[in-house]
């Protein structure tokens, strides 16, 4: 006790805990949502964009506009995931872990193609690091809904 204020017991520690991973999950599922328009992105806009990030002309080609739409689609399709999960942490537990676990995995990987592709440095630090920490909160606020029942 600090201060006359005596510490969270277990159960609201873990009602505390549980509202926060349900907003974080909440807030990077709409975050994520926000990919599903950019799979109808006008190619000139994304050419326009990818030039005005520095990132040179635009390579227009099938593969590269197949790819785009693509992860616009499965970042949006994440996002939907997040939201569903968000409904029950406590009966999605094993999903909320992995999904955790995989973002901080997919954070490092990400960090290292940007790395290896020559992705500017702004890219690179507003891509990777926010999922492993996202991951990582989401681990320790689940754990922490664990050690509380």
Known sequence: ????IAAPSGIAASG?????????LRFAGVVLLCAF???FLPTGWMAWSHRWLGLGPFPDTVLVEYLSRSVAALYGFHGCLLLLVSTDVRRFQPVVVYIALMNIFFGCLVIGIDLHAGLPWFWTLLEGPPLIVTGGIMWLLQRRLETCR
């Open 1 to 4: 006790m600090a201060f006359g």
């Open 16 to 24: 505390i805990a549980e509202k926060w991973l349900v907003f974080l």
């Open 37 to 39: 328009p950019c799979i």
